[in-house]
C-alpha cells in the first residue's frame, strides 16, 4: 500500500489512521548508526595514519626536518572533512514537526497546503517535497535520500552541509593518494617490498575504492543542486504526484543554474513550495 495519499474526506482519513502504525526508531536502527558512524571514523583514521607514520611520506620527512607546514594543512583538511561529516550526521535534517496541540501554528499551516499529502506512518499532513524516512521513523522536508554512511537522513537543513563534506572528502583522498604514492619504499626484493608496503597497499584499495564512491557522488549532487532536484525526485519522477504531469527531463523547482545555486546555498529557512507551485497552476 502507498503510504502517501492525497487527501480524502474525514471518514476516508479516520480509516487511514485507525489502520495506520507509527514504527518507532529501535535500539537496532540506533546501533546501526553508531556502528556506521565508528567505522566510517576508524577506516579514516586506519588510512590517514598509516600513510602519515611512514617514513617516507612527505608529512613524516616535513615534520622530521623542522617544516610544520605540510602538516598543518593535511591536519586542518582532516578536521575540516571531518567536522562536515559529523554536522551532517548529526544535525536535524529537516524533519517534519509532530502535529500537536502545542504545535497548533505548524499544524495549521500544513492542512492549508493546496498540495498536501498524508503521512499515514506519521498521522499528519505531509508539506510537499517531503518524504517519510522509515530508517528515521520521521517525514523529512525536502527529502533527497538516506545515507548510511551519515546514519542520518540528507534533507532540506544539511544537504548542503553534505555536500561540503563530499567535496572535502574528495580533496583528502586525492591528497592521501598523492601521499601514499610519494612514500611507496622502491625495494627490488618483492618479499622486502610487501614487508615495506603492505599496509600500503591495503590503504590504496581502500582509497581507490572511496574516490570512485565520493567523486560520482560528489558529481550527483552538483548536477542535482544545478537543476534544482533532489535525489528521490530524479529517481521516481514518474512516481510522485505532483511531478507527474511535468516531463522527466524538467522540474518545477528548476529556477536556472545561477538562481538553484543561490537558493541551495543561501536559503536557510523552511521553504513553502507549494506557495511557489500553486502559482504556476
Known sequence: MDPFRERADKSDMQLVLEKSEKPKVDDRKMWIRIGARSGHTLLSLFVISSICINKHSTIYLSATNGDMFELISFAVLVTLTYLFYLTAS????GYVPIQSEENESDRITLIKSEQGYYCRWCDQNQPLR????RDCGRCVRRFDHHC??????VGERNHRVFL???????FLILRCIQMLWEAIYPAEDIIEWIQYNGILCVSAVILLIGALAVSALLCCHIYLVLHGLTTWEHVSHGKITYLRRWPEDNSPFNFGYC???????CYCSTQNWEKYLKTLT
Do not use: A, I, Q, R
Request: proline share 7%; net charge negative; aromatic share 18%.
Open 90 to 93: 548529526l544535525m536535524d535534517p
Open 130 to 133: 517531503s518524504k517519510h524516512c
Open 148 to 153: 548510511p554512511w551519515l546514519g542520518n537522513c
Open 164 to 170: 561540503l563534506f563530499l567535496l572535502f572528502e574528495d
Open 259 to 265: 538562481k538553484n545555486c543561490y537558493v541551495f546555498c
